[in-house]
């Protein structure tokens, strides 16, 4: 039953972000660009009223469907690791036009070659395990 | 019901996006894509290589569902909920990309110069494509987190380190666009 709504989620967050056009490689230059609003109302409605959700959550200890604490681990503190990282992702995010979730998207829209992408992605997660210790943090 | 099939507004799909986020959170879980190119990792094997693949992936499961359904959403978003999908973006934007060989602006909903079968035929756009993936797959997880995990969970949430990955991410994209694209394109 639970996989279920998992799945549900998983469709109406696919629908969501094909049909916003965040999925569009076009919509991420031009975002980049500073040439449209759309990116920069679709991010920032979104995170508005996550913040009025998540200040809900917690004022009214809101627990979950299932009767558990709705409990959000705060990232460990640090500047390095996620500025570097940010650099990084931006960078592929802005030449494949495509974050995780998108890809995906793409993929069930049928454009074959985001392949590329994903299994690059994977392929670049997997160095990332590899040289952990290596990278400052 | 038209407007189903027109692109949906920013004011819809973003508070959208807030409310896949609250359901995630109402079911226990958290909203983050980018944990899933992990566990699709740890699945091939690679807790052989490092100990940040050894973790009981089927923890994970969950969200490779939640993953499964954005596969689909894709499908019957393209499919049955869209009667023309390229994307009317700014004109001076198109005309720009135009000149750049992106002769598919304005009139497909993501780049032929990159995303067309031939691609598999074209070195460069090859590359291009598994330099790009390489950068997200590395920088998602060096961060911590992608745009769902840093920028729309982590910002409501209030998170200083997302703010830092989210202000990466626009450094990035913007030396991407505005550096290296007029040496490439």
């Known amino acids: ?137 | 019901m038209k407007w189903i099939y027109d692109p949906w507004p920013w004011y819809v799909s973003g508070p959208l996006m807030a409310l896949v986020m609250f359901l995630l959170l109402m079911v226990g879980k958290r909203f983050g894509m980018s944990s899933n190119l992990k566990t699709i990792c740890t699945i091939c094997g690679a807790g052989k290589a490092s100990n940040f693949f050894k973790f009981d992936w089927k923890a994970q499961r969950w969200n490779l569902i939640v993953l499964l359904g954005v596969v689909i959403g894709g499908y019957i978003a393209s499919t049955f909920l869209s009667i023309d999908t390229s994307v009317a973006i700014n004109p001076d934007v198109i005309i720009d990309l135009q000149s750049k060989g992106f002769t598919s602006a304005g009139k497909a909903y993501i780049p032929e110069l990159l995303y067309s079968n031939d691609v598999f035929n074209t070195s460069k756009s090859m590359f291009l494509l598994i330099i790009g993936g390489i950068f997200v797959g590395f920088g998602a997880r060096y961060a911590g987190g992608c745009t769902s995990g840093h920028a729309i969970s982590g910002l409501s949430n209030l998170q200083i380190p997302s703010l830092i990955a989210v202000i990466g991410f626009f450094i990035g994209g913007l030396l991407m666009i505005h550096i290296i694209f007029p040496l490439i394109f």
């Open chain 1, 1 to 137: 039953m639970r996989s279920v709504i998992y799945l549900v989620i998983g469709v109406f967050f696919g629908i969501v972000l094909f049909k916003s056009e965040a999925a569009s490689w076009f919509r991420i230059y031009e975002m980049f660009q500073f040439a449209s609003f759309h990116m920069y109302g679709i991010i920032g409605s979104a995170v508005g009223l996550g913040i009025l959700i998540l200040q809900y959550i917690k004022s009214k200890k809101i627990k979950s469907f299932y009767g558990e604490t709705i409990m959000i681990t705060p990232k460990e503190k640090s500047f390095t690791r996620y500025m570097l990282g940010g650099i990084l992702f931006g960078l592929g995010w802005a030449l494949a036009g495509a974050c995780p979730g998108p890809m995906f998207v793409l993929l069930g829209a049928g454009y074959i070659p985001i392949l590329i992408v994903l299994i690059s992605s994977v392929l670049g997660t997997f160095l990332y395990g590899i040289l952990k210790d290596k990278l400052p943090h």
